[in-house]
């Protein structure tokens, strides 16, 4: 049986005690009653997994051993999601939360020529990537990138494998056609798709435009539709 997670930004190789955050020790012992002897693992999101046991079972500042320290290594596959901000936050909070579950490394947010959105709340954006890393129990939280304008992206991404999901009617490889690389960047355009003009620039910057399929997928379904195919296990 799996023992409670948490994340500490601060936990660090060599520590052999840890004062969890306030938000970290009222959940363990308020909303869990852990006490004290009890097992906890601690992630720093950076690789680090740490065994530990509840020393000091305090609401606001409980102390624990670590027993044990592991890093891990990096996933083997680099995934950067460039993705439109949605008119509707809720659909994007859910997005993100699922790519996390699913390994993805990176996320942008994106401003394309279509996109409708409300006001980005990186904070809040933070805490639904941290939380669903804990769900998923995994060691590297993924990079959230500010939101970027879709020219900056197209110019500034290095991976060594380019994807362009978007639904004008023009060549187009199947998405199920693709060998995905340990090192690959996906786009995914907003409500009204990319424009001609943004497909025509990404595929001047070396993005190799895919088909998803036969039928219209919204933003977010398409993100994670995608994200199943192209994810290296």
Same mark, same amino acid.
């Given at each position: /049986? &799996?023992? #409670? ?18 938000? &970290? ?11 004290? !002897?009890?097992?906890?693992?601690? *992630? ?33 596959? @680099? ?7 949605? @008119? ?9 939360? @699922?790519? *996390? ?20 709340? *990186?904070?809040? /954006?933070?805490?639904?990537?941290? &939380?669903? /890393? ?7 939280? #993924? ?18 494998? @380019? ?16 060998? #995905? &690389? ?9 409500? !009204? ?11 001047? =910057? ?14 977010? *379904? ?8 192209? =994810?290296?296990?």
């Amino acid at each position: /049986m &799996s023992v #409670p997670y948490f994340y500490e930004p601060l936990v660090a190789a060599g520590m052999t005690q840890f004062t969890m955050s306030e938000t &970290s020790s009222k959940h363990c012992i308020q909303v869990l009653r852990m006490d004290v !002897g009890d097992a906890i693992d601690i *992630t720093n999101g950076q690789g680090g997994l740490f065994h530990a046991t509840i020393q000091v079972a305090h609401k606001k500042n409980a102390l624990v051993a670590i027993t044990e320290t592991i890093q891990t290594e990096r996933p083997s596959q @680099k995934l950067h999601l460039g993705i439109s901000l949605l @008119k509707t936050a809720v659909r994007l909070e859910w997005l993100f939360e @699922k790519a *996390t579950e699913m390994g993805v490394t990176e996320i942008t947010p994106l401003v394309c020529e279509r996109t409708i959105h409300e006001r980005f709340k *990186t904070e809040r /954006m933070q805490q639904i990537i941290q &939380s669903a /890393m804990i769900q998923s129990q995994q060691t590297w939280l #993924p990079i959230l990138v500010e939101p970027t304008p879709f020219s900056h992206f197209i110019a500034q991404t290095a991976a060594s494998q @380019k994807l362009i999901a978007h639904c004008e009617p023009t060549n187009k490889a199947s998405i199920k056609s693709i060998l #995905p &690389s340990n090192d690959l960047a996906l786009l995914i355009g907003p409500e !009204g798709d990319f424009s001609p003009t943004e497909i025509e620039a990404a595929i001047a =910057k070396d993005f190799t435009p895919i088909d998803l399929g036969p039928t219209r997928l919204r933003t977010e *379904t398409a993100g994670i539709f995608a994200l199943s195919v192209l =994810k290296n296990f």
